[in-house]
């Protein structure tokens, strides 16, 4: 099921200059096409455009898909959300930082060869993306922690294991400022083999005590029930603030896993 995962985004053209999975196009094409940005994959045009300042609901297609990340399968934590979010950075970084775009494409063919920080969001490389500093600051106490009981308070020697056993999947897979049409999640392909992959392969070693699993976004949309254990699954404003503090339980589930020997590859 991990190469199926891996398998349905390989299907997936990444020349541009729209970035939709041939089995999301008739979902996301309907209804005059209001789920989606018209915006060139260029980023000049786009700041020229009537997009550039704009807040709304549609995917911003002309960027990378994020379906996960992470190395799905070496990571024993897993979080999971919604959507990735959007930042101008996201354009810039695609379209002007050659590196940075070539580790995104990396990410979706699970290729981390020579890879230090195979969470991308994690590598201090990256710090100036939204990304990093989105996922660096849900975790800047977790990884403190964690540098402090296991590297002698050495927080980049923390950063790089965490990078190593952590994960995300994304219930739908595409850029947006925020989120509008949930009734949309069953209506994409992409959504359907995110939630198989957690439920066939995830869950069944989560059950066994093996891997963790903190649903921060949408919990109901995963499908996992009231699971718990090492499922911990957010609800009401600790969905909305998606805090991953040491004194969260989703904070607690994470630094009791890595208390525990990684998994093997």
């Known amino acids: 099921m991990v190469n199926e995962l891996v398998d349905f985004w390989a299907r ?3 020349s541009g200059p729209q970035f939709v999975h041939p089995d999301d196009q008739s979902a996301l094409g309907a209804y005059g096409g209001r789920y989606l940005h018209n915006v060139t994959a260029d980023f000049e045009s786009y700041i020229r455009s009537e997009h550039f300042g704009k807040r709304d609901s549609r995917f911003h297609t002309s960027l990378l898909p994020v ?7 070496r990571a024993d934590i897993f979080i999971l959300l919604l959507n990735p979010g959007f930042s101008h950075a996201d354009y ?3 379209l002007h930082m050659p590196a940075f775009r070539k580790r995104l494409e990396k990410n979706l063919t699970q290729n981390f060869e020579n890879e230090e920080f195979p969470f991308l969001s994690l590598d201090p490389k990256f710090s100036w993306h939204g990304g990093f ?3 660096e600051r849900k975790l800047r106490d977790v990884i403190a922690q964690v540098a402090k009981d296991s590297f002698d308070g050495r927080y980049l020697d923390s950063l790089r294991h965490i990078s190593t056993r952590l994960a995300h999947i994304q219930l739908v897979p595409y850029h947006s400022s925020h989120f509008g049409d949930y ?7 992409s959504s359907e083999i995110a939630k198989r992959y957690v439920s066939e392969v995830l869950m069944p070693d989560v059950r066994r005590g093996a891997k963790t699993i903190v649903v921060t976004r949408q919990a109901a949309s995963w499908d996992l029930g009231k699971e718990g254990g090492n499922c911990v699954i957010y609800g009401g404003h600790q969905a909305r603030g998606a805090s991953l503090g040491p ?8 630094l009791s896993q890595l208390r525990r020997p990684p998994v093997a590859a």
């Open 12 to 14: 997936s053209d990444l």
């Open 67 to 73: 379906p996960y990340g992470g190395d799905l399968s």
């Open 92 to 94: 810039f970084g695609e």
């Open 133 to 135: 500093l989105w996922w």
């Open 183 to 189: 009734k949309l999640i069953g209506q994409l392909k």
């Open 247 to 254: 004194n969260t339980s989703g904070g607690k589930a994470i």
